[in-house]
């Protein structure tokens, strides 16, 4: 059974926490799921095996959001998006493989900086605007950053959304959006850190424990989905990365 023999039942208790809250806040607003596990889980697991423990759930619950809509959908939303699904999967599966070669520190400073400046600049007001002209150039760049951001962490969602947002997506193609660009990002993200050895015999059972909380957060988040305005919502999602982001800083300073 790998590190689960190995972790204590209050840590695993606490892992699975975290997943449900992880998969709340993707059920009610569309994304969060892998950057609140890797923040919750790096406080319980050393990084690689918090890393390893996301892989699983992020791939079935993007999947699922990504087909919602059906397949026409979904294979629409990748035409469109192409040049920023390729420029994310080249990036993501060449920086998986310098997870095992970075120390657990750097990750948690590379994790934690993004995620707390791109917190900070949404609960501050800032809104990305990205002119026509440069969308091209700007779609191959900032895939290319949530691409080396997800493979190093597992999180590629908030560049993802701050593209989105600069090239003002309607509300509902971005929902679905997001799920392909995710759910493609996790199947490559499966596949790259079984190659880096990050996802393997000792750490996939844990990941596949952690798919059943998640999948139960993700229900209860989705009926609060219908129940609360998404902005309010989404502010405090913010907040509450903003502070998983500076405990990871934290962690990766001071340790």
Same mark, same amino acid.
């Given at each position: 059974m790998g590190i689960l023999t190995e972790l204590p039942q $209050?840590?695993? $208790?606490? @892992?699975?926490?975290?997943?449900?809250? %992880?998969g709340f806040v993707k059920g009610a607003v569309g994304f969060g799921m892998p950057l609140i596990m890797i923040s919750g889980l790096a406080t319980l697991l050393p990084a690689e095996q918090a890393l390893a423990a996301l892989i699983v759930p992020?791939?079935?619950?993007?999947?699922?959001? @990504?087909? =919602?809509?059906?397949?026409? %959908?979904a294979w629409q939303a990748v035409t469109k998006f192409r040049v920023f699904l390729i420029a994310l999967l080249v990036c993501l599966v060449l920086s998986a493989q310098l997870v095992t070669v970075l120390s657990q520190s750097t990750l948690f400073i590379l994790i934690g900086v993004p995620v707390v400046a791109f917190c900070v600049m949404q609960l501050s007001g800032?809104?990305?605007?990205?002119?026509?002209?440069? =969308? +091209? +150039? !700007?779609?191959? $760049?900032? !895939?290319?950053?949530? !691409?080396?951001?997800?493979?190093?962490? !597992?999180?590629?969602?908030?560049?993802?959304? %701050?593209y989105l947002t600069a090239i003002d997506t309607p509300k509902a193609e971005q929902m679905r959006v997001q799920g392909v660009i995710y759910g493609v990002g996790a199947v490559a993200l499966f596949a790259a850190h079984l190659k880096s050895g990050v996802l393997n015999a000792q750490t996939l059972?844990?990941?596949? $424990?952690?798919?059943?909380p998640a999948l139960i957060g993700m229900a209860l988040g989705g009926v609060l989905h219908d129940r609360?305005?998404? @902005?309010?919502?989404? =502010?405090?999602?913010?907040?509450?990365?903003?502070? @998983?982001?500076?405990?990871?800083?934290?962690r990766g300073l001071w340790g």
């Open positions: $209050l840590t695993l $208790l606490l @892992a699975a926490v975290v997943a449900v809250f %992880a992020t791939v079935v619950t993007n999947g699922y959001q @990504a087909f =919602r809509q059906g397949l026409m %959908a800032w809104k990305p605007n990205l002119r026509s002209e440069h =969308r +091209r +150039r !700007g779609e191959t $760049l900032i !895939g290319a950053f949530a !691409g080396l951001s997800g493979g190093l962490s !597992g999180v590629w969602g908030p560049p993802t959304i %701050a059972p844990m990941s596949i $424990l952690m798919l059943l609360m305005p998404q @902005a309010t919502f989404k =502010r405090v999602t913010l907040i509450v990365l903003t502070v @998983a982001g500076l405990n990871l800083i934290r």
